[in-house]
């Protein structure tokens, strides 16, 4: 088909993706609706990132990771601050959890709550990042301060620096820190491009920023010179099980892009095995992606829980005339979020194809290469456990 010819047949779509989304920001559609078309859209979005053959997928992914070489550490960062990281704390203070979690929350049990959901994961974080009481700990990403807050209260003994570039969650967490009577944490309003850290961490952690980044070995060059010699670094991601793609705006359908995530990456759950130019790889574990669609269902009830007051926030916020749409967008995104997790049981964006178990969201250890004598012996243990079936 010409190219002519395909965007003439692409002008009825789009004028069909209009009058939809003026629908829906309008309110007029149901939520019911809203989650039929998000699936019909992620079927559209599989079709386009499943490649015919393995070996094509594998091109693709490589031809993906290289030109993120080239790119800067992170694009339209001020997109993304406006898109959420200065809206108004108050609004995630009456939607997340109680420790202002804005990223997946672990649900071990049905009854677990969204409350001990949130905990439950900084918990495994803790773990999987071998936290110590003692350690000087550095917090990329640290959003309203979930992880940064936690842990300065549970190692009273640790100095934690959380950074971000919002200047109403560093406001937060300081009033949050004030209130608690905590000493040992430190927030940087910076913009990841041009952070340098000035000083070396036992432990650097990252907790769902890196899918605003692109240039992972850019960035992965200087925390790997912000780490002790015998640091860990450990980042969490959400991923696709085989693809990773940019958040394009390319037309009206990208309602995602436009709204809340200009700049954003989807990885593909092996895309940082290809960044270990200055770190290694040494552990890589999966959270089935269902986790994170009940979170945002949990985000979605408080929401409707909390309309009146947010009505009030978003007025000041967006101007009385926006506050429904809005309302609309901010409670789409979450139906988006929950729907995207738990497609196919939680098994596709998230799921690992190559474990037994079902897994999702994905968390990767690192060690720096000045690690690597000891590494080699981890990773004989690690191998030697697997044949003896004990991983
Ligand atoms: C999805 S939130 C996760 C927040 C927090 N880690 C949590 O789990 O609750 C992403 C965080 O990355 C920060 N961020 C995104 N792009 C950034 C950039 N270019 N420079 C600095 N921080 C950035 C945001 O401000 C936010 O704090």
Excluded at 14 to 21: H, N
Excluded at 65 to 75: C, H, R
Excluded at 260 to 285: K, R
Excluded at 300 to 316: G, Q, S
Aim: with cysteine.
């Amino acid at each position: 088909m010409s190219s002519s010819s395909s965007s003439l047949l692409a002008l009825p779509t789009e004028f069909a993706a209009k009058i939809g989304l003026r629908a829906l920001q309008s309110n007029l559609i149901s939520d019911f609706l809203v989650r039929i078309g998000t699936r019909t859209l992620l079927g559209t979005r599989l079709k386009e990132i499943y490649k015919s053959t393995g070996e094509e997928q594998q091109n693709e992914l490589m031809r993906f990771a290289q030109s993120l070489k080239e790119m800067p550490i992170a694009v339209n960062t001020e997109d993304a601050n406006t898109q959420h990281y200065e809206v108004p704390s108050e609004f995630f203070k009456l939607v997340l959890g109680k420790h202002l979690k804005y990223s997946s929350a672990l649900f071990p049990k049905p009854t677990t709550t969204l409350d001990e959901g949130e905990e439950a994961m900084l918990e495994l974080y803790c773990e999987r990042a071998q936290l110590e009481d003692g350690q000087a700990v550095l917090d990329l990403g640290c959003g309203w301060g979930s992880l940064s807050l936690f842990l300065a209260q549970k190692y009273p003994q640790s100095q934690v620096t959380g950074v971000s570039n919002s200047e109403t969650q560093k406001a937060f967490i300081d009033g949050e820190a004030q209130k608690r009577g905590l000493t040992n944490l430190t927030i940087i309003t910076c913009d990841i491009n041009s952070f340098e850290a000035g000083k070396r961490f036992n432990r650097v952690l990252s907790i769902e920023m890196f899918e605003h980044l692109k240039n992972y070995q850019k960035l992965l060059k200087k925390v790997a010179s912000w780490m002790e010699p015998n640091g860990l670094l450990f980042i969490h991601i959400f991923t696709h099980k085989l693809a990773a793609y940019h958040f394009e705006n390319k037309d009206e359908t990208d309602w995602m892009t436009r709204n809340f995530f200009s700049g954003g990456t989807m990885p593909a759950d092996t895309l940082l095995l290809y960044f270990q130019d200055d770190v290694s790889i040494e552990n890589h574990w999966k959270v089935n992606g269902k986790n994170y669609a009940k979170t945002s269902e949990e985000w979605l009830k408080k929401m409707d829980a909390n309309l009146k007051r947010i009505r009030t926030i978003f007025a000041a916020t967006y101007g009385e005339k926006e506050v429904t749409k809005w309302i609309v967008n901010w409670r789409t995104f979450f139906i988006a979020v929950a729907e995207l997790f738990a497609y196919n049981d939680g098994e596709e964006w998230g799921g690992d194809s190559f474990r037994p178990r079902p897994l999702g969201i994905f968390v990767i250890l690192m060690l720096s290469r000045s690690t690597m004598p000891y590494l080699i012996d981890e990773a004989s243990l690690l191998s030697l456990y697997w044949s003896l079936g004990l991983l």
